[in-house]
């Protein structure tokens, strides 16, 4: 049975952050290997200020209510708790290069690279997720 | 039953009781006991799943007044 999960984070409102980091501290902390790839809108999920006000998806912006009285945990939380728990971030080089970011616009630890980056990883990965 | 040590994680909800509980397990030693407070509706079903996961051994299970116990062995 494959010990890894690989997932590509393709979105970056809010929901895409919560489905992106609950399913990768989860399988962390069922001690899987855990590997995300950021490219195109997924970048915000990582991106230093873009993490902290990240928008919630068009008519659904009740909820932010809802998400406080939860007390789910902020999306800032999460990235550390991924990060301490061992979850590997790799930012998409060619998604950067377009978007005029560098990794320094990132948080501390992520790898940068290409596509291949990600299939190297993930070809023994089970489950494979996109969000 | 007696545990070695209590976590609680009460008003925490998903992923955090999971991460919280996989935090404080490995700081015991194999065979001990972890005692651990949910209040999230979703560990009903979740610490099992990851207990099986990772291999412990979920030795009793309780709610009283919404609050869901569970005692665990560490493998």
């Known amino acids: 049975m494959s010990n890894r ?12 952050a919560y489905k ?24 915000n999920l990582i991106h230093k200020q873009g993490m ?6 068009e008519g659904k912006e009740s909820m932010a209510e ?12 999460l990235v550390d ?9 790799i930012a998409c080089q060619m998604t950067m290069d377009v978007m005029g970011l560098t990794k320094e616009d990132f948080v501390d630890g992520i790898e940068v690279g290409g596509a291949v980056t990600f299939l190297e990883f993930a070809k023994d990965a089970a489950p494979a997720l996109t969000f | 039953m007696i545990s070695n040590y209590v976590l609680d994680a009460k008003g925490l909800s998903c992923p955090m009781p999971i991460v919280r509980t996989k935090k404080t397990i490995d700081t ?16 009903l ?31």
């Not at chain 1, 809802?66 to 939380?77: M, T, Y």
């Not at chain 2, 015991?28 to 560990?43: C, F, I, P």
């Open chain 2, 28 to 43: 015991l030693r194999s065979g001990e006991v972890l005692e651990v407070h949910v209040t999230d509706k979703g560990a």
């Open chain 1, 52 to 57: 902290h006000t990240l928008p919630m998806p």
């Open chain 1, 81 to 89: 708790m991924a990060q301490e728990l061992g979850v590997k971030f």
């Open chain 1, 20 to 43: 992106v980091f609950n399913i990768a501290t989860a399988a962390a902390a069922s001690d899987k290997e855990v590997g995300v790839f950021f490219t195109f809108e997924g970048l």
């Open chain 1, 66 to 77: 809802g998400f406080a009285k939860a007390n789910v945990p902020s999306i800032p939380e």
């Open chain 2, 45 to 75: 079903m979740d610490l099992p799943a990851w207990a099986k996961a990772c291999g412990h051994t979920i030795l009793e299970q309780s709610e009283i007044d919404g609050v869901i116990k569970f005692f665990i062995q560490k493998v």
């Open chain 1, 5 to 16: 999960v690989a997932i590509i984070a393709s979105n970056g409102n809010l929901f895409d």
